[in-house]
Structures are given as structure tokens and as C-alpha cells.
């Protein structure tokens, strides 16, 4: 038993470098999800302050319906 301990040992040794990329790398992909998250998250909590801010004018038209009313009225007159 205690020469399949240092036999495992051997192999996880042997192993260690591919292990440790392996982690480095899974630390830094976990990093950037979730800066990628933030900054999406910054982003539309930005735009959507921007939208509810920054609102267009509204522009109203006045039209002046007297012509109309006038030619009816003469309409129902006859």
C-alpha cells in the first residue's frame, strides 16, 4: 500500500504543471464572465437612466377647425 501512495504521488507530481494551468485558467475565465457580466450590467443601468432622463420634446400642433365648422353649419342650414 504504501508504494501505490508514492506511485500516486509521482503521477499527481508529474501531473501538477497541466493541473495548475488548468485551474489559473478556469480562475481567469471565471474573472472575465463575470467582469463581462458587470459591465454589461453597468451598461443598461446606464441606459436605462439615460432613457427616462433624456426625454424628447413633444411637439404639439394647434389646427384651426372654423372653415369647417362654418361649411357644415351652412350644409345643415339648407
Not at 9 to 34: H, S
Request: proline content about 1%; glycine content about 4%; overall charge neutral.
Amino acid at each position: 500500500m504504501s508504494q501505490e501512495k508514492v506511485d500516486r504521488y509521482k503521477q499527481q507530481k508529474v501531473n501538477r504543471t497541466k493541473e495548475m494551468k488548468r485551474e489559473k485558467m478556469k480562475v481567469n475565465l471565471e474573472k472575465a464572465v463575470i467582469g463581462a457580466i458587470g459591465i454589461l450590467l453597468c451598461v443598461w443601468i446606464g441606459f436605462s437612466i439615460y432613457d427616462k432622463v433624456h426625454v424628447e420634446p413633444v411637439e404639439n400642433y394647434e389646427v384651426n377647425l372654423d372653415a369647417l365648422v362654418d361649411y357644415q353649419n351652412s350644409l345643415s342650414v339648407d
